[in-house]
Structures are given as C-alpha cells and as structure tokens.
C-alpha cells in the first residue's frame, strides 16, 4: 500500500473555541493555512484563492465569532442598547445559519468546530436561542439509505425519535449499521440535521437491532423464505401503468427471485405478491421516496393487504425526473426498495440486494500498480457483481456473500483462510456444493480500530447468471482477486491484476501471472483453472516490517490560558503502531511554536517496541513582549526509520495581560431577612473563562468584612451568597470586590448594594 503520513489538521481553537469561536486575528491566521502556508504566523507571499468550501469555513468561523461578539454586548447591555443589539442578532443569526445549514452537509466536521457551547445561549432571548445549533442526546431508530443513479450514488443516514426524522452527517467515518438498529446518538442538531462527531462514545447501537460488532457478525434475515410485497403506484399528475401486474410478478417472484436463489446457493428465495395500480395524492414531481412508501402503504392497507405479512418492500412506479434510477434501504425489516421506471433484473435486484446488507460493489483504480500510489476508486467499478457495473447481473464478490453467511457459515458452501504457503483449491464460483468457493488472506489490520482487510480469490464460469464472463477472455483463464474488510464497510473493491492495462475488463490474475504483495510478503499465483475449479498457489514469505503512523495524545487537550513570559507544560504521549517483523523505532518530537517562543522536550526522541508506548513532557514558554490573543503550537512525531510515519497533533495557547471582571447583585437593595446573591463574571479575550479562582470580599457599612471563593464554570460565572442576620448585619451601603486569578492572571470587579 502507498504510504501516507497522517497528519491531524491543524486546529485553531482553544477552550471554549474549541468549537471554533476565533478571533478576526485568529481567522487571518486560519486563511493563510487554508492558501497553504505552512507557518501560521506568517505572512504569505502569494497566497492562493481558497476553495468554495475552505472559503464557507473561513465564513462560519467569522459569523460565529461575530455573533459571539454581539452575544456578550447585549447581555451585558441596557433595556434600550438590547433593542437595536437584537436587530443585529437576528441578522447575523439568519446568515450563520445559512451558512452552517451547507456545512453540515459538505463538513460536518467543521461544523462541529464552530458549534456554539449551550452555555453562551443562555440570555439571548429565544428567537435567537431557536434558530442556533443545539448540543444533543438523543435516542432512536436508525434508517440507513442508498440513492443509486447511473453513475454515482449517496449513503444516507437517518433517525426517527419522538415523531421525528433527523438525517445523521458523521465527522468520521459513518457507521456499518443496518436499518433498524437502536441507537443513541450525540452531536450538534441545526435543523433537522445533526453534526455527530468520531468516536464510539458519540453513537451507540443495541446488538439486538440486527447489528453485530463482531468480525465475522452475519447480517439478519437473509436465508429462507423472504415474503416481498410489490406495490406498484403512479401520481396524480402521471397515471400511467408501464407493466402491468403479471409482467412484474413474473420479473420479481421468476428472474430475481431465481438469482438470489442461485447466488445463495439454494438457501434463499422470494415469494409474494404484486399489488396496485394506485394512484397517490401527491405529484410526480416529488421525487420523496418517504412520502411514496407512506402514501403506499396506506393505499395498500386501505385495499386490504396485509403489510405485516411481508418483510420486504418494494415500490414501483413509472419514471420520474428525480436523478435517481432507484433507492434502497441498507438492511432493515421490513426492508424498502423504490424502482424508478427501471422494471429490470439489475436495477430490482440490485436494491433487494441494499436490503439483504450489501454494498456497492467498486473497483479500485492505482494506476500502473495493483495497489499502490496514487488510488482511486469507482462506486459501479466491479465487472461482475449486480451491485457493481451497469449492466451486469452477475453474482455478489466473496466477501458480500460471507456477510450475508451465504459462504463460509453454517452449512453454506466453504470459504478457506490461508494462513500457510500451499496450493489450495477452488470449486467453481457460481456452483452449489461443500467445497471451498474462495480463498481468503490476511492483508492487514488498523492499527487503531483493529478490523481487518482480507484478499478473496474467486474463480468465475459462464454458469447461471455468470454466464455472460464465456465472452472475457481474461476471467475464463484466471482468477479473480478482491479486498474486503471484515464486519460492514464500503471498502470492498475488485482489484486490477494488469493494471499496465486501462481496462477492468482484463481484471483477472490469469495463469501464468502472479501477485505479489511486499508488504506482508505473500504471493498469489493461479496454476490452473477449468470449469471443474482451480489450483492456487499461496507462498509466505519472511515476515516484513509494517510501518503505520503512530498515536499521540496531548495533556492538557484543552487551550492554555497564560500571561506573556509564563510557561506551560503538557504531557505528550505516544504508541507504536507498527507491526510484523519491526524492531522498536526512535521517534523524533519536535514543537512548531510561534516566533519568538520558546519548546523544550525531557526526551526528544522516545524509543518504542511494538505496541508499546511512552511519554515525556514538554515546556512551552511566551516571550514577555508577547501581544494578547491566540498562539497556534503543533507537535510532531516522527518515525526515525522513516519519518513519512509520521502523526501531528495541535495545541493553542491564548495569551491574556488580564482577566475582564464583572460582578452584580441580583437586587440592588436588601432586609435583614433575606440572602443577597452577588455573581461575577469572567471574561478573557471577549470570552467567558472557566477554572478561574474568584475571591469575595464585602464589606459592611460599619467596616466588617466577610469573605468567600469560588471557581468560575464552563459560563465564566463564580457566584457569592450571603444570609443577613438583624443582629450582626448594619442598614447601609455593603461593597463586595470580586478578585479573579488564573495562572498568574488577575482581574477585579466592586459593586454595592443597600441594606435597609
């Protein structure tokens, strides 16, 4: 595999910025890396147009730190200031949200960025608080969809809770969950759409939705009997009836019911029925596949059939200029299929197929080599697989069938893994039977989720729906190689074997020829295929060192709040994650701090076994002439045996001269009976600042003084209470001073009130 050097965006954002509050200083430095500076504090000399989407970035990140700006001047502003300061709320609301409402959708990552802390909402008033992101928990059904064109195709994903729809966007990678699964979700909500950042934390499935996170999980109901229920319906607008009943029945319970038949080797089929014409309220225009299953439904149910009796759905209707030839959902029971105009074997079959669990089947395309270098990959890529090129109606790739358990499970027809150099045989790909019908290897393992990739060797005859591969000459003299890997995933592809070719068409490893892959040392060479099988020779070589990117951690993960010329250490941390045959690796750390800073490592270079791990700290120091505002640092961590191995992980430090301070009572006068609240407020930078210490002082009108502390919250608030006494406590005017510290940072708010 080509190797690439991971590198963490770098991020600008600090403490509560975390999200992506910036500065107009901080927003300059974000513009000149998105033009490709690579110093952050420098100027660039001729730097270059940002892209649409960098340039919506740079537009969110300034909306949020105007309205941010707003937001503290009209809590802290008068009855009469509010008036106007509202206007320009609603304004600059309306805009930001425009803007976000396209970012969740091209980068939800950069959404979750900016989203604004819960807390800062509070005081707005509730048009504002409305019509901002949300920061959520929610729990609910999950409904996962293919839209399928002709050339291209979008995996969507969805939750129903509490009578409504959400459509999921994820930071990291999107789930491998089928339809139906029970999920919680935590992310931020705009609208009807939520931002869910990475990690296993921020979504969770129940195991008995139908979703198994073990690696050979097999996907739920895909043998026996699948009861499918045809309902074919045109519009208002369009009541035209392309097929009729019988011509339907005969394509889906006849031809695909016959390919599932076939492909599973006997262990599943299709039975049910086809009803309809109905004509639905709505316009052909539409192009809602959700609206068309709910007019459906209650179309059919109204005409007495009985839904319950089918776990499969299947809409059919004349065809519409929605840019989609059909829509599956991925899993689910019942599963759902919508047919736009396209009553054929691959485009019926191919959506049935999302709803027993099956992906695209692509290809992957590197070029001059088979896998390598610069790599690209085509959704429809693969020659043979009905979910795979148009046109096509062969059988599913190994790897799709072994996770519906039509291969290597139970009593489906063997699948061998090949751990020991041999020769192994094959039976025909497209036959029933007990012998093996695909080979399976080792490729790799991710060194962060632990799930494997595999290589599948297949051989194809011109038998049943596969006989369409008599006519290609280089499938009928060799084998046919894919990747997969383990559990549900995209990352399933065909694989080139001459790829000095431009043509998929020759895909296969054809005898004669072998395989080679260095970076596990094995090789996959065909000694002889035929319509009875074929003999495959597996060899293992020493095993090779694996290089990966190592993991490094950062402590504190939050921004730093310092004054000029003080010091911050942080904790780095780092694991080995290379593999195989590697000895321990020396890695070399180095800080990428401002000009005029000052880094300092314990060890700059921590030796590490494999697996292993190690730390050493860290010492950052400001110049004492260093302005107030926000400075960027990055540490690297480089493999000394080859530093492309490589990860980088950001840090910022704001640099504060002193703490802005506000404190008020929350009545201007008091008796005797009653407890006096005095709450103040921390702010830095136009910004609330949490952790900060906050020392209470009042003093009476006859010259006694009571003291208290109290540490500022996520809101930059530290709160004083007081319950007076007759006996002890004067009439009069009582000062309170509010003294704030943060690592060496002060400020200082008075206010009064009166005792009566």
């Known amino acids: 595999m080509k190797r690439r050097a991971k590198t963490a965006t770098v991020s600008f954002l600090f403490a509560f910025l975390i999200t992506g509050l910036i500065s107009p200083a901080l927003l300059s430095s974000a513009t000149r890396l998105v033009a490709g500076t690579a110093n952050a504090q420098s100027q660039s000399s001729n730097p270059q147009v940002p892209s649409e989407n960098e340039a919506r970035r740079i537009l969110a990140r300034d909306l949020t730190t105007q309205f941010v700006e707003l937001g503290t001047r009209y809590q802290l502003a008068g009855k009469a ?3 106007v300061l509202k206007a320009d709320l609603r304004d600059i609301t309306a805009k930001r949200r425009e803007i976000l409402a396209e970012l969740i959708e091209s980068d ?158 006997q262990q599943t ?57 059909g829509w599956g959902t991925y899993g689910g029971n019942p599963s759902q299929a919508w047919i736009n105009g396209s009553m054929s074997l691959r485009t019926v079959a191919h959506e049935l197929g999302h709803g027993f669990g099956l992906y695209h089947a692509r290809s992957l395309d590197c070029g001059s080599q088979v896998i390598g270098g610069t790599c690209s990959y085509a959704e429809y890529g693969d020659i043979l697989d009905i979910l795979g090129q ?28 090949v751990q020991a150099s041999g020769t192994y045989w094959i039976d025909p790909y497209e036959t029933a039977g007990t012998n093996p019908k695909a080979l399976k290897i080792l490729k790799s393992t991710d060194p962060t989720t632990g799930k494997k990739t595999w290589y599948y060797v297949e051989l194809r005859r011109p038998v049943g729906f596969d006989s369409f591969v008599s006519s290609n000459t280089s499938v009928m003299n060799g084998v046919i190689v894919h990747t997969g890997t383990e559990g549900y ?12 070719t431009s043509s998929f068409n020759d895909a296969a490893l054809s005898v004669g020829r072998s395989y080679n892959d260095p970076n596990i040392s094995v090789t996959i060479t065909p000694l002889s295929v035929g319509d009875t ?89 400001s110049p004492s002439s260093a302005m107030d505002g926000f400075y960027d640092l990055a540490v690297t961590a480089a493999n000394g045996s080859d530093s492309s191995y490589s990860a980088t992980i950001p840090a910022t430090c704001a640099v504060v001269s002193s703490l802005a301070v506000a404190a008020s009572s929350n009545q201007p006068s008091y008796t005797r009976t009653q407890t006096a609240t005095v709450t103040a407020t921390v702010n830095a930078l136009g910004l609330p600042v949490s952790g900060a210490a906050v ?15 109290a540490t500022t919250g996520t809101n930059g608030k530290a709160v004083f209470t007081y319950r007076f006494n007759k006996k002890q406590d004067p009439v009069g005017t009582y000062r309170i001073s509010a003294n704030s510290t943060l690592k060496g940072i002060v400020g200082n708010a008075v206010t009064s009130f009166v005792v009566q």
């Open 81 to 83: 200031e509010r008036a």
């Open 108 to 265: 939800p990552g950069e959404l979750l960025r900016v989203a604004l802390p819960d807390d800062l909402s509070a005081g707005l008033p509730f048009s504002i608080r409305d019509s901002i992101e949300q920061r959520i928990e929610i729990h609910g059904e999950l409904e996962t969809l293919y839209q399928c064109g002709e050339q291209d195709a979008r995996l969507s994903y969805f939750i129903n809770t509490d009578g409504e729809r959400l459509s999921l966007h994820f930071a990291g990678d999107p789930p491998g969950m089928q339809t139906g699964a029970l999920i919680r979700v935590r992310g931020v909500r705009l609208g009807d759409a939520v931002a869910v950042p990475p990690g296993r934390e921020n979504l969770s499935a129940s195991e008995s939705a139908g979703f198994g996170t073990m690696a050979m999980a097999i996907a739920p109901y895909t043998f026996g009997e699948q009861k499918v229920l045809v309902l074919l319906v045109n519009f208002q607008d369009k009541t035209t009836q392309p097929w009729t009943a019988d011509q339907v029945r005969s394509l889906v319970f006849g031809s695909v019911n016959n390919f599932y038949k076939e492909s599973s080797y």
């Open 533 to 621: 099988g074929a003999s495959v020779s597996i060899s293992f070589g020493p095993q090779p060192c694996v290089r990966a990117n190592p993991s490094m951690s950062l402590s504190p993960s939050v921004s730093q709040w310092v004054a000029a010329g003080s010091t911050t250490t942080y904790q780095v941390s780092l694991t080995n994650n290379d593999s195989g045959g590697c000895t321990a690796s020396n890695f070399n750390l180095q800080a990428n701090v401002p000009s005029g800073w000052t880094a300092v490592f314990a060890s700059p270079s921590l030796n590490i076994g494999l697996s292993g791990n190690a730390a050493t700290t860290l010492t950052v120091t």
């Open 390 to 417: 148009a046109g096509v109606t062969g059988h599913s790739h190994a790897n799709q069938k072994e996770r519906l358990g039509w291969l290597g499970y139970g009593t489906s027809p063997g699948l061998t893994t």
């Open 489 to 500: 995933s995209v990352d399933d592809y065909i694989l080139d074997m001459t790829p000095e």
């Open 269 to 325: 089929w299709l039975t049910g029925d086809v009803f309809g014409w109905y004509t639905l309220p709505i316009s052909s225009a539409s192009c809602d596949q959700t609206t068309i299953a709910t007019y459906a439904k209650q179309a059919a149910t109204a005409a007495g059939v009985n839904l319950s009796a089918y776990n499969r759905y299947v809409y059919a209707f004349p065809t519409l200029s929605c840019g989609w030839t």
């Open 695 to 709: 020392n209470f002082a009042m003093t009476k009108s006859n010259g006694g003084v009571v003291q208290g502390a």
